[in-house]
Structures are given as C-alpha cells and as structure tokens.
C-alpha cells in the first residue's frame, strides 16, 4: 500500500505496542466527525516478527498477575501509574473479543488457546484494519521534524517510502533487541533527534550470559535445572537474585532465571567490575544440610550424595571441581569445598550472547519525560511514545507484552484525544 502525503495520526512501528496504539485510536476515530485518518509505518518486510517467536513461537500475550515489581528501568510509581491503565483483564477481554481465547498455565503465564503466536498477530492486523488504520511497510523511518508552528502544526516524517506529514506521532519502535524484526535503535535514534535523553548505558536484557571458554558448564549443553543466582556487589552486598529454570548452553547460561537476572548483572558490572554473579545448584536444599548429608555419606563419597539431588553429569563434575572423592571418605576440606561450589558457585561471566538474541531492551527513554496520563512527550509536544522505546522492561513471563498493551492503548486514546481537543472551539472541550 503506498506511503499517503498526509495524516492525522502517524504510528511508527506497527509491533505489539504499535498495533495496539493504532487500535485504540482507530476505535475513538469512528466515533469521530470529521474523519480522522490513522497511518502505522514499520521498517519489516513482514510484521509482527517479535509477535511470532515470542515464546517461542506460541506468544505468551500476558501474566495473570502484574505489578509494577515485575519491572525495572524508570520508577515503580510511574510504571504502575501507566499499568492501571489497561490491565490484564482488559488484555484478556480484548483478545477475547477478537476471537484469541487465553488460557494460564501453571507459570502463571498466558498463552493462546492455539499456541500459535500466529493467532495474536492475526487478530491485531485483523482488529487495525476493522477500524481503518493503514498499516504501510516497509517503510523505514529516516527523520521526524517537528514543523514550527507558524506552519502546519504536526510533524514531516520522511520514510523510505516517501514523505508524510501528521498532526501527532506515537514513537513505538521498540528498543534495540532482535534486530532483524526491526527493532534495531532507529527509535531511540528518532527521539533524541527530537530532544529526549536516552538513559545511559542500554543493554540487552533477557539475555543468555557467556561464560569463560573452558569452563566445565559449557561441557553441560543442554542440561537443565532448577537454580538460585545471586548478585553481589563488592562490597559483599546482596544486590537481587532470581530463581527459576536454567539452562546450560555450549556458550555458558540461559534459561529463565538467568535472562531475569541479566539486566542486573550487565547493569551493575557496567559501573562496578567487581561485581560477582554466583549459581546456587540446589536452592531448595540449605547449605547447612547439604554438609549434613556429607557428613552422612560414610565413606560413601561425594558423588553418591549430590547424585540423588542432581543430574549424575553436573554431580560428577561438581565433585571433580572440588576435589572431592567420587567414592570413599570425605575430607573435611573437600566437604566444605564442594558444599560452597554447590550452594554458591561464582561464575566467570565475559559477556552475553547481545541484542541479536535478547528478548528485551534495558534503557530507553526515561519516563520522566512523558505525561503518563497520556504518554505524550514532555520534550516535544504532539510526541507519543509507547513500549520498549521507553526506559522500561520487565522481567520473563508476558509482562513486556503487558507493558506494551498498556502504553500503546494510553498513547492511542490519549493521541486520538489531543486530535479532537484541537478542532475544538477554545471554548468547548472534548467528550470523555
């Protein structure tokens, strides 16, 4: 579909928050005289990219329960404040509304009925068009001018596609993971072009970490269990933890304790190299009585006691570690050695596998700089920003969805509405 000269409402980028935006203004649009005109551009060939490996593959739309904990990056105050918005049960209502029945697994995560991501995108595209919103890719969105207002109010956004111009913008290009779906930093590029501060630095988050070449975890491939990490700082300091599955890779950690726990470690390390990330294998099992039960084995050896609590691959090597007898007594220093190895392993992180294949962005713009009732920008007027652009990401488990659904629909209205208010007589006001 060609690139039209002008509109009333651009969205750019037309993901999980874009299409979104693009709804909700649509839907206000129809109540309104005279027509209003709703444009989403997006730099993919294909849309909804990031919808479709979501979870992989199945989308995890949601989680049941959301709060503002969930997250990091700007305040938990501004964070619930735009969460309150548009909450899970409208999320649920909506795509059930669009014919995409949910159902909770016992994560507490919320899929389609489907298990097909397929079915999410299908309905958003399904949902935009309903309303008359042109969706417009590729498009790759080159520059965004504010025109002054002497001129025609709004703003010149020249695409490869050509030029449009429109009265408001919603930002929701996403950050700067999975770039190949078109999330590669072009909006957080666009905003600062237009006067916003990016936080500093951004990093991926949800990310596998790699751990030093050599290190007896990447002999463990695909070998998965449940787990503790734990931050410190140098000081010694409990800094965050996180529990949960984890996955051994032939290049170090994955799973979803430890994408919960990236951010915080590349964050933290960013600003303090002493910073130390250690591995509790068995996180249900204390210390204390993990050493008991050592002391118990009688002459049986290291391996026969880690063997009933771990995989037989990881107990072996956790003995050999630790210098530990496989068979036989214990020495009260390969004890203790193999009880600190098993409870908190430090280990030698050298980086993370990068945007290419993190699931979020940590950084963005700073929700200081937005009208949270309406997510428009506090930099530039007639600006709206919504999603993963912003400073905001939350942890595995649906809630970067939900972070989506919420801005986009406030950003949407609230565009929709700043529309209306300015073809109203000064005067009058514009219906609730």
Request: contains cysteine; proline residues 6%; glycine residues 10%.
């Amino acid at each position: 579909m060609p690139l039209p000269a002008h509109c009333d409402l651009l969205i750019v980028g037309a993901g999980a928050a874009g299409l979104f935006a693009s709804i909700h203004a649509g839907r206000a649009a129809a109540t309104v005289e005279p027509a209003v005109s709703v444009v989403a551009v997006d730099t993919a060939r294909k849309i909804g990219a990031k919808i479709l490996v979501a979870g992989g593959g199945r989308c995890n739309v949601t989680h049941h329960q959301v709060a503002a904990s969930d997250y990091a990056g700007s305040t938990p105050a501004a964070i619930r404040k735009v969460l309150k918005r548009y909450g899970v049960d409208k999320v649920v209502a909506f795509f059930a509304a669009a014919g995409v029945e949910l159902k909770r697994e016992d994560t507490g995560k919320l899929f389609p009925v489907s298990d097909s991501a397929r079915t999410v995108l299908s309905a958003l595209l399904r949902e935009s068009a309903e309303v008359g919103v042109t969706v417009v890719h590729p498009a790759r969105v080159q520059s965004i001018t504010r025109l002054e207002p002497s001129e025609n109010p709004g703003f010149r956004v020249e695409t490869e596609a050509g030029v449009i111009c429109s009265e408001r913008v919603i930002l929701a290009t996403g950050g700067r993971s999975l770039p190949k779906s078109g999330s590669d930093g072009s909006g957080l590029r666009l905003a600062a072009s237009l006067g916003h501060q990016l936080t500093e630095p951004i990093l991926p988050a949800l990310v596998p970490l790699v751990l030093a070449d050599g290190h007896f975890i990447r002999g463990l491939s695909g070998l998965t269990l449940p787990t503790r990490l734990t931050l410190t700082g140098a000081s010694g300091k409990r800094l965050c933890s996180a529990e949960g599955s984890t996955l051994c890779t032939h290049q170090g950690l994955s799973g979803p304790a430890v994408l919960d726990i990236s951010r915080h470690y590349l964050l933290a390390n960013h600003a303090d190299r002493h910073v130390r990330l250690c591995i509790d294998w068995l996180p249900m099992l204390p210390a204390e009585e993990l050493e008991s039960q050592l002391q118990d084995a009688r002459g049986r050896g290291g391996l026969s006691v880690l063997r009933s609590h771990l995989p037989e691959r990881l107990a072996r090597v956790l003995c050999e570690e630790a210098a530990c007898p496989l068979t036989g007594d214990i020495p009260k220093d390969a004890r203790r050695r193999l009880v600190r190895l098993v409870s908190a392993m430090p280990l030698p992180v050298v980086g993370d596998r990068g945007f290419a294949v993190a699931e979020a962005t940590a950084g963005g713009v700073p929700l200081s700089e937005v009208r949270l009732e309406t997510m428009e920008s506090r930099i530039c007027p007639g600006l709206h920003l919504a999603g993963e652009v912003l400073d905001v990401d939350g942890r595995i488990g649906g809630f970067n969805f939900q972070w989506a659904w919420a801005s986009g629909f406030v950003a949407g209205t609230s565009a929709l509405a700043g529309l209306v208010a300015n073809r109203l007589p000064a005067n009058e006001t514009p219906p609730v």
